[in-house]
């Protein structure tokens, strides 16, 4: 058993881009000083960035053939995601 406490938060579905960066650091705010541990799964470029100490990519095929990497940064493991992103999709 992982914890006795699960607590869901779901945000950004209906949220523009200002509203999502002050949801992210409300989220992130109530973590540090709960002094808990949350995995995100965020979908939401602008939410992952604010909310993330740390990220972990996927190498693989969407839902054939998948691996996580180690935990990294938020800068390495975001810099390893952008440049594994086709051409023409990051504005380089």
Do not use: W
Request: hydrophobic residues 45%; charged residues 20%.
């Amino acid at each position: 058993m992982l914890s006795r406490r699960l607590r869901i938060y779901l945000t950004s579905a209906y949220l523009d881009s200002e509203q999502r960066i002050v949801a992210s650091k409300v989220i992130k705010r109530f973590i540090h000083h709960a002094k808990k541990t949350a995995f995100v799964v965020e979908h939401d470029f602008i939410m992952a960035t604010y909310l993330a100490d740390r990220v972990i990519v996927y190498d693989g095929i969407p839902s054939l053939d998948c691996v996580a990497n180690a935990p990294q940064s938020l800068l390495t493991g975001m810099n390893l995601f952008l440049s594994r992103l086709p051409n023409g999709c990051h504005g380089n």
